[in-house]
């Protein structure tokens, strides 16, 4: 970590040279001209920044890692930025304050500012240029619905349950809960989180119906067989223990601090869900970045070059303890080192190797692929969130509206002239991913043809 004295020396250096006609280079990428300063003490250029004071809003999660990372490392500041990093306490609080202009950007569910133009919920233009992982969810059930479901799990030799665990090994305790007159109930952390969608998709995959929403219903819980619930991500332990909800669906370190805290068992990653999924993405204002299309480039630099210390070797027992830290995810280190340091724990002392279960940098994971984008969109139509068909051509059109891979090119090609990455590192994509099966139900997901995706499901709508 740089000190604060070497920091100040450099800001001084930098504006003594200015005062001294200190060299300036102009640099095109893409057809945008953007002025660049040299900083003395590393290869990084700053960009003529129109708005150097930011304040930046994130959830306590493990991946919101990229924005401390970015910050304790020095590498705002070495893009001439000046940030301030806040928790918030629940993502519709952080939709509101970056539409309002509260926050200037922030970490938030990947299925937000894609709601946000779709139409369902608040409506604002927000776009996002930077992907900030991949993977880093779970599902988690209480050790009551664990001991029922177990039974229903076959096992390998050495008597651990065989993974990944499927939701039929949670039917018949559906049923059990229903025979008995009590609904079963779940937690997800937003309506339109990843974590909304996946466990609605591990739970179809079984044939079990999640709900539906309607136009005039916003709830999700039409036709349910199991009624899903919205609980922020840091209370879902809690309201777990409490038995208002007898599982959930969150991100990290909340399904291993169940383990921790012996109150419940995480059953599957959202890695077995869909392998190397999206999660959250890195969001501003449509307006922001067009008033400061340089200071949009200098902050995906930076949250770039975070991810990329984030998956090299050696840094992850770091990057725990800053997470540690109360200011960002304020979690014991052993709980967060349960999942970023490669590893994964289910059942109390069943700890797994899953080297991707963080991914901040590898298989181009900062990138905002159109087809990432398009999956969200598929998944609002498939539950009734979107309550009416569109054609083929709206998802591809929409998604571009919002996620923005121009302004990672523009941010990625200017640390390559610079030494920070490889140029190997920037896809040659026109945006969208091959097509996959990689799903938990062996779907195949081809971003092009969302409707023939949409129409393969048994369960949700048909267009």
Known sequence: MKSKVFKALTIVVVIFLGACGGKESKKEVEGTETEATEVSDSKTKQLEIEK?????????????????IAKEKGFFEDEGLFVSVEAQSNWKNILDRVIDGQLDGSHMLAGQPIAAGAGFGRQAELVTPFSMD???????????????????????????????????????????????????????????STHNYEIRYWLASAGINPGMYTKDNIQGQIDAEVLLSVTPPPQMPATLEAGTIYGYCVGEPWN?????????????????????????????????????????????KALIRAGKWLDAPGNRAEAVNILSMPQYVGADEAVLANSMTGTFEFEKGDKRSMPDFNVFY???????????????????????????????????????????????????????????????????????????????????????DPIGYINSFKIGNKD
């Not at 392998?275 to 890195?282: D, I, Q, R, S, T």
């Not at 990138?367 to 398009?374: H, I, L, Q, R, T």
């Not at 998604?399 to 523009?410: A, M, N, T, V």
């Open 362 to 448: 590898r298989y181009n994971a900062t990138y905002p692929f159109y087809s990432d984008g398009v999956w969200f969109l598929t998944q609002m139509r498939r539950w009734g969130q979107i309550p009416e068909a569109k054609t083929a051509d709206w998802y591809g059109t929409k998604i571009k509206d919002i996620y923005r891979p121009d302004i990672w090119k523009k941010a990625a090609e200017l640390l390559v002239a610079e030494g920070q990455i490889p140029a190997s590192d920037i896809p040659e994509t026109d945006g969208y991913k091959l097509a996959t099966t990689e799903f938990i139900d062996g779907k195949n997901y081809d971003a092009k």
């Open 256 to 300: 291993q601090q169940a383990v921790f805290k012996g109150i419940g068992v995480p059953v599957i990653t959202n890695y077995d869900i869909w392998k190397n999924n999206p999660e959250k993405v890195f969001v501003m204002t449509k307006k922001f970045v067009e008033e400061n299309p340089n200071t949009a480039i200098a902050v995906t």
């Open 134 to 192: 991949l993977n880093g969810n779970g599902i988690t059930v209480s050790n009551d619905v664990w001991s029922k479901m177990k039974p229903n799990i076959p096992t390998s030799e050495d008597g651990k349950p065989i993974h990944p665990i499927k939701a039929d090994a949670l039917k018949p305790v559906i049923a059990s809960y229903k025979s008995s007159g009590k609904a079963f109930k779940m937690g997800m952390v937003f309506p339109v």
């Open 52 to 68: 150097p004071q930011l304040t930046f809003g994130f959830i306590k999660l493990t991946d919101m890692a990229p924005l401390a």
